[in-house]
């Protein structure tokens, strides 16, 4: 007999699967309300603990929004492994990456860096798409 406490989640081998849990993590309601989602995975790529975070508006501001979170996900160091990251921000609307979802990217970009934790894969989620952030834009 297998119990919860057995079962062992597959690696993130790829974008597909990383936007797989995304989809299975976040509802209708996180999307709609606007939330961001911290998918803490192990030095193996396995998803470990998501932390979504609920109610972030359409307007909040990527940089201020993301260092306050990333001190606290810094110090998840488990066993001597610093964890790895998948990153979702979802709002309503339409299924297109806008300028302020890049301003989310290279905000996570730059926080995940700055916290020594790979960054697996990173995306906006809207209610019809879960969409890979383009590569960032030259300087």
Do not use: Y
């Not at 976040?26 to 961001?36: K, N, Q, R, T, Y």
């Not at 979170?69 to 066993?79: A, D, P, S």
């Amino acid at each position: 007999m297998t119990t919860d406490s057995d079962f062992v989640p597959d690696p993130l081998d790829s974008e597909d699967d990383a936007a797989g849990v995304v989809r299975a993590v976040l509802s209708l309601d996180d999307i709609a309300g606007g939330c961001v989602l911290f998918l803490l995975c192990d030095g193996d790529r396995r998803p470990v603990l998501p932390i979504v975070v609920s109610d972030v508006p359409p307007t909040a501001p990527p940089v201020e929004t993301l260092e306050h979170w990333m001190v606290h996900l810094g110090q998840q160091e488990r066993e001597g492994v610093t964890p790895s990251l998948v990153f979702a921000r979802a709002r309503p609307g339409q299924s297109f990456v806008l300028d302020h979802d890049r301003e989310w990217h290279a905000a996570i970009v730059r926080g995940a860096a700055a916290a020594g934790m790979p960054l697996i894969a990173a995306f906006v989620v809207t209610p019809h798409a879960v969409i890979p952030f383009p590569a960032p834009m030259a300087a």
